[in-house]
Antibody, heavy 118, light 112 residues
Framework: EVQLVESGGGLVQPGGSLRLSCVASGFTFRTYWIHWVRQVPGKGLVWVSGIKSDGSSTSYADSVKGRCTISRDNAKNTVDLQMNSLRVEDTAVYYC???????????WGRGTTVTVSS | DVVMTQSPLSLPVTLGQPASISCRSSQSLVHSDGNTYLNWFQQRPGQSPRRLIYKVSNRDSGVPDRFSGSGSGTDFTLEISRVEAEDVGLFYCMQATHWPRTFGQGTKVEIK
C-alpha cells in the first residue's frame, strides 16, 4: 500500500523541541521531494519545509527558518523534521506529502498533531 | 513570497449545478522551464488533502471529469461542472513554481 505515516507529535511547552518523523512505503520514496505542510484546525494549509530526493537541497518557510531542520534517510524511507524553539503559533496538524510537480503519485499522510502550550 | 488569493472563500451550491473557484497569484507562475506549476487540492471533512489538478489543467488519476482547471500566468480557475454531495469540503490552489510553495486561503464548498 502506498502511504506516508507521520509520528512524533505531542504537547510541548513554548521554547521546547519536537522531532517529527515520516515513514514511506509502497512507492519509490528516494525519487521524490518530501515536504511538510501544516494546518491549524479550521484553517488553511501552510507549506513548512521540503527536502530534495537525494537530500542535497532543502527549503523552509520564513516562519520556521532557523528553528527547524529537515533531513531524510533514503535507506530507511524516512524524513524527519526537527523543530526547536517552538512557539504557540506552531500548534497545528503536520502532514508529510510528496507534492509532485507533474503527473505523478500524490501521497499525503494522515498528519500528526503538535500542540505548543504552557 | 508569492501570494495566492482565492475567491470566493465560501461557495454554497445546489446539487447538480456548476461551481467555479478563482485563484490569482501575485507573480507569474510560469517557470523557467516553460511549465506553469499551479495545482488544485481537495480536502474533504476529516481527511487529508488530495491533489485534483496539476500544471493548471491536468486531472490526476481517478479524479472525475466534472473537475477541470484552466488559466495562465497569474489567473486560474477550478470548475466543477455538476456539483455532487461528495464534493463538499475545502479546495485549495497551490503554486509550485517559486520557493516557498504557497497555498491559497481555501474555498469552502457546501450544499445549499
Amino acid at each position: 500500500e502506498v502511504q506516508l505515516v507521520e509520528s512524533g507529535g505531542g504537547l510541548v511547552q513554548p521554547g521546547g523541541s519536537l522531532r517529527l518523523s515520516c515513514v514511506a512505503s509502497g512507492f519509490t520514496f528516494r525519487t521524490y521531494w518530501i515536504h511538510w505542510v501544516r494546518q491549524v484546525p479550521g484553517k488553511g494549509l501552510v507549506w513548512v519545509s521540503g527536502i530534495k530526493s537525494d537530500g542535497s537541497s532543502t527549503s523552509y518557510a520564513d516562519s520556521v527558518k532557523g528553528r527547524c531542520t529537515i533531513s531524510r534517510d533514503n535507506a530507511k524511507n524516512t524524513v524527519d523534521l526537527q523543530m526547536n524553539s517552538l512557539r504557540v503559533e506552531d500548534t497545528a496538524v503536520y502532514y508529510c506529502t510528496n507534492l509532485p510537480m507533474a503527473q505523478s503519485l500524490d501521497v499525503w499522510g494522515r498528519g500528526t498533531t503538535v500542540t505548543v502550550s504552557s | 513570497d508569492v501570494v495566492m488569493t482565492q475567491s470566493p472563500l465560501s461557495l454554497p451550491v445546489t446539487l447538480g449545478q456548476p461551481a467555479s473557484i478563482s485563484c490569482r497569484s501575485s507573480q507569474s507562475l510560469v517557470h523557467s522551464d516553460g511549465n506553469t506549476y499551479l495545482n488544485w487540492f481537495q480536502q474533504r471533512p476529516g481527511q487529508s488533502p488530495r491533489r485534483l489538478i496539476y500544471k493548471v489543467s491536468n486531472r490526476d488519476s481517478g479524479v472525475p471529469d466534472r473537475f477541470s482547471g484552466s488559466g495562465s500566468g497569474t489567473d486560474f480557475t477550478l470548475e466543477i461542472s455538476r456539483v455532487e454531495a461528495e464534493d463538499v469540503g475545502l479546495f485549495y490552489c497551490m503554486q509550485a513554481t517559486h520557493w516557498p510553495r504557497t497555498f491559497g486561503q481555501g474555498t469552502k464548498v457546501e450544499i445549499k
